[in-house]
């Protein structure tokens, strides 16, 4: 998975906590994105950052969700007041340069596991 | 809506088998990119197409991206249980940066 790290890796939150996921890309990418992957179903994007801005966050629920990507540290997606719908597969990815229309692949994490109880 | 959709949605094969999976859209693609996912883990890319009527092969993997750049296809010969996993395809319709996914083809081969 070209060193993108996450945790963690499985995460159990009852319902009205809080979760925080983490995504560290390959080092020298500056660009990082997060999708929900739903059982037996493909990756729905969610938000692209680069360090400090949000670029797109069209695929990320208005409430309840955040995401940030600070100069120093990991991508955090933020998910308040957790609901069983959210229990899903968050995968972060990273690039070295602007995806998609430059063709430039996306690196994936492991993905964070969360189960809503 | 821009999707892509892929076929078969799944797929048992002896080993041995040939196959073809498909990626299929209404949208022009600048670039397509095909993964594949494990139980468990996220997806690793496998190949990146870009030029219309492009082909490229990946030892027993043959990727070709349509001439019109809405589809493309992968083609697996002789499979081998190892090949076992999700096959995703993906790519940013309209030249835009946001990649969308398709549902995936689950390829199963049995030894």
């Known amino acids: 998975n070209a060193g993108v790290m996450q945790n963690p890796r499985h995460l159990v939150r009852r319902r009205g906590q809080e979760a925080r996921l983490r995504c560290s890309p390959v080092?020298?990418?500056?660009?990082v994105y997060w999708y929900r992957q739903l059982p037996e179903e493909g990756l729905k994007f969610m938000v692209y950052?680069?360090?400090?801005?949000?670029?797109?966050e069209s695929g990320m629920p208005k409430e309840r969700f955040s995401a940030e990507f600070p100069k120093e540290g990991p991508s955090i997606l933020r998910i308040q007041q957790v609901v069983r719908g959210d229990s899903a597969a968050y995968f972060c990815a990273s690039s070295p340069n602007q995806g998609g229309q430059g063709g430039s692949a996306e690196y994936f994490g492991p993905g964070t596991r969360l189960t809503v109880t | 809506t821009q999707l892509l959709e892929q076929s078969p949605q799944f797929l048992s094969i002896q080993e041995g088998e040939n196959l073809t999976v498909y990626c299929n859209s209404s949208?022009?693609?600048?670039?397509l990119q095909w993964y594949r996912q494990e139980p468990g883990e996220g997806p690793v890319l496998l190949v990146t197409?870009?030029?219309?009527?492009e082909v490229k092969k990946l030892k027993r993997l043959t990727f070709q991206f349509g001439d019109a750049r809405k589809d493309s296809s992968l083609h697996i010969t002789a499979a081998q249980p190892g090949d076992t996993g999700l096959y995703l395809c993906a790519g940013a319709p309209g030249g835009g940066f946001k990649t969308i996914f398709g549902a995936g083809t689950r390829l199963f081969v049995k030894a």
């Open positions: 197409v870009v030029t219309g009527g």
């Open positions: 950052l680069q360090k400090e801005n949000i670029i797109d």
């Open positions: 080092k020298g990418h500056s660009h």
């Open positions: 949208s022009v693609f600048s670039s």
